[in-house]
């Protein structure tokens, strides 16, 4: 428990202060953002404002975990170091979107198949390593299972399985991407479903099967390996996303960028595939998906028919365009994102009791 308040309070400390001298530094080498013309025109103002900001919530959240861990005199784990990797493997390949948009002046960032190879070379290693080193249950940081609130059906097998993990660091970090578009959306948002990670990590490390001599009905533990040490993560991240919230809500003093969002759909993934939450993700990542599919939505319908569902996509920007300041629209989505956690944590619990 103390490694969970640490990490959370140590993230957080950490990117209050260490954002603005971020922005300092980004704001002299001139890296501001870029802005698209067919977007909705009150963001004109935005022109110029600091972006890769996730650069600070990533450090932040790799420094709080080390921090944690070095004062409690507790062990690394692998699950842990794995959903950080996957982080700060994908906050990479966005790091160099970003860049290249910057300081190459080429607006469009990496050329697609660059970045989709490297989102493949990371999320590939993930996966792989995901099922490596067993404890002494034999339980692996992932399963080759697919998992709701734990793991049901027969195994799909390791080749299946990191096709199905790409798909969901795929869809997470594009998901994250989408909504990145209105100040503080993204990072509110990602705040509340890293909570909710915490508590389920928290959760399961308590009922884990490891303990199931204390335990008052065995049948219903968790063959999770380190849960206690995604808490960490998932704290460390809540903690360091909440202070970046303070300079990234409108208006806007930076822009987490791809940095911060491949970062986050990354870490959000690992933290589903390690807890064996998978497509209980969905539910608790509720408005990631909603804005994802209005995008498809909206492609799929202009593909087929000529003519277009929303105003323009993502959602948010509908909202917008149909004159809701950006304000309402952030707020009003973190109340849909808030109320998908509620539901997400409702139905994890409903189906541990189940099981008793």
Same mark, same amino acid.
């Given at each position: ?200 990590? %928290? ?76 497509? %209980? ?65 409702g139905l994890f619990y409903a189906g541990w009791a189940a099981e008793k």
């Amino acid at each position: 428990m103390r490694q969970i308040l640490f990490a959370g309070a140590i993230g957080l400390f950490l990117t209050l202060v260490g954002t603005p001298l971020l922005i300092k530094l980004l704001a002299r080498k001139g890296y501001g953002q870029f802005i698209r013309d067919d977007g909705p025109r009150t963001h004109g103002s935005k022109k110029g404002t600091p972006t890769m900001g996730g650069i600070a919530f990533i450090l932040a959240t790799i420094i709080a975990y080390l921090a944690a861990k070095l004062i409690t005199g507790e062990e690394m784990r692998f699950s842990g170091v794995l959903v950080l990797f996957l982080m700060a493997g994908m906050g990479l390949v966005g790091f160099l979107d970003d860049y290249i948009k910057i300081v190459k002046q080429r607006s469009l960032g990496l050329r697609a198949k660059a970045k989709m190879a490297g989102q493949l070379i990371v999320g590939i290693a993930f996966a792989l390593l995901s099922l490596q080193f067993p404890d002494k249950q034999g339980n692996t940081p992932a399963s080759t299972h697919l998992s709701f609130v734990a793991d049901f059906g027969w195994s799909i097998g390791p080749v299946l399985f990191v096709v199905w993990a790409l798909f969901m660091i795929l869809a997470m970090s594009n998901g994250v991407n989408l909504t990145d578009g209105l100040d503080g959306l993204a990072t509110g948002a990602s705040v509340m479903v890293f909570g909710a990670y915490t508590f389920i990590g %928290l959760w399961q490390f308590q009922e884990s099967c490891v303990n199931a001599d204390t335990l008052t009905n065995p049948n219903a533990c968790f063959q999770v390996r380190d849960p206690l040490d995604l808490a960490v993560v998932a704290s460390a991240l809540m903690g360091a996303c909440f202070g970046f919230l303070w300079w990234n809500t409108s208006p806007a003093k930076i822009f987490m960028g791809d940095t911060g969002s491949l970062a986050l759909g990354g870490a959000l993934a690992g933290l589903a595939i390690c807890s064996r939450t998978e497509f %209980l993700m969905a539910i608790l990542g509720g408005l990631f998906v909603m804005i994802t599919m209005s995008v498809v939505i909206q492609v799929g319908s202009f593909k087929m028919t000529g003519k277009r569902v929303f105003r323009m996509a993502p959602l948010q920007h509908h909202f917008e365009l149909k004159g809701w300041s950006e304000v309402l629209v952030v707020v009003r989505f973190w109340i849909i994102q808030g109320m998908c956690v509620i539901v997400g944590l409702g139905l994890f619990y409903a189906g541990w009791a189940a099981e008793k």
